[in-house]
């Protein structure tokens, strides 16, 4: 029964690492060891662990391994990340060839089921207790890390008397300015010039996007942020107008492992960092003319000494004004 080749020590310990190392070891020691690590132990453990629920499948779920990763770690997989990414969910990877290094555990784990060896048969407490262990390695290594969010509407209006591709300018100025915080820690990170983005390599994470004026300077440009959503367009005036939508208040969900495993992370800098900074996230262009526009406004619905506006304010609108 091919089941019992679960028992195998060498998934057991590729089980093991995954989780070690994405739950504590990347966690404290972030580094590119740490980073390719996962993907040794993942490559090894993900096709050998279906191949022996479906053996009949097994050539097709190593090819569909090794296919999956290199698009994955491409610039191909950019579309899929940027769509899902703009529906909420927070996903992201580091183009790196060298991560098709991992490719070699595939061919460890066909290797190792190609091979006519006898087992004994597996308990069924023991086959049940390895596929939650498993399945919860696989689910849990591959989502981003917990936040809880509160939302508040806000649509308060700043105006700034200058050409919005001025605006932009300082705005960008002010991120760049942001990454000094990041730069204290010595923490790394890099540009990607491609879409203007600064990303931590380790985990994929944008830590800032550089806005970037269309063609059509009457255009609305939308920006979705770490901790709130805002539009900016130039008035009929020449003037730059930004519109403060949403406003987000993001904390870290660590729950029990991270009362167990807290490390002393640079991730968790890294977070700090978002939370801090003028981090955006998503940016999407809208061509719309100003009437349109401000049917979406309604000025000052809240509380001019709401503490969360108080503090985008003091990170974004005074440092640009």
């Not at 308060?156 to 300082?170: A, L, T």
């Not at 380790?202 to 440009?221: P, Q």
């Not at 939508?245 to 660590?254: A, Q, V």
Request: proline share 4%.
């Amino acid at each position: 029964m091919e089941r019992n080749r679960l028992q195998h020590p060498l998934f057991i310990l590729s089980v093991i690492v995954l989780l070690f190392n994405d739950f504590y070891l990347k966690q404290a020691y972030g580094n590119a060891i740490t980073g390719k690590l996962s993907d040794f132990a993942g490559l090894l453990a993900f096709p050998f662990f279906f191949s022996c629920l479906l053996p009949n499948w097994k050539k097709h779920i190593h090819i569909l391994t090794a296919i999956l990763f290199i698009w994955w770690k491409s610039s191909f997989s950019q579309f899929f990340i940027d769509g899902v990414n703009w529906a909420g969910i927070p996903i992201g990877r580091v183009v790196d060839f060298s991560d098709n290094m991992a490719l070699i555990s595939i061919l460890i784990s066909y290797f190792i089921l190609s091979k006519k060896t006898e087992y004994k048969n597996i308990k069924p407490a023991l086959l049940y207790s390895i596929t939650f262990v498993s399945s919860f390695a696989f689910i849990a290594t591959s989502l981003p890390p917990q936040t809880l969010e509160s939302y508040t509407d806000v649509n308060k209006v700043y105006s700034f008397e200058k050409p919005i591709d001025e605006f932009i300018v300082d705005f960008n100025d002010l991120q760049k300015k942001e990454l000094k915080l990041l730069d204290k820690h010595k923490i790394t990170y890099q540009f990607n010039p491609d879409n203007g983005t600064y990303i931590y390599p380790e985990t994929g994470d944008t830590l800032l996007r550089l806005v970037t004026l269309g063609e059509n300077r009457k255009d609305t440009i939308h920006i979705n942020s770490y901790f709130a959503n805002y539009m900016i367009y130039e008035n009929t005036d020449g003037n730059t107008t930004l519109v403060l939508k949403n406003i987000f208040n993001i904390s870290e969900n660590t729950g029990l492992l991270g009362k167990i495993f807290p490390g002393t992370a640079d991730i968790a800098k890294v977070r700090r960092f978002q939370k801090k900074s003028a981090y955006i996230d998503n940016i999407k262009t809208i061509s719309a003319p100003v009437d349109d526009r401000r049917i979406i406004v309604k000025q000052d619905t809240i509380s001019k000494n709401n503490k969360l506006i108080k503090e985008f304010e003091k990170r974004i609108i005074k440092k640009i004004k």
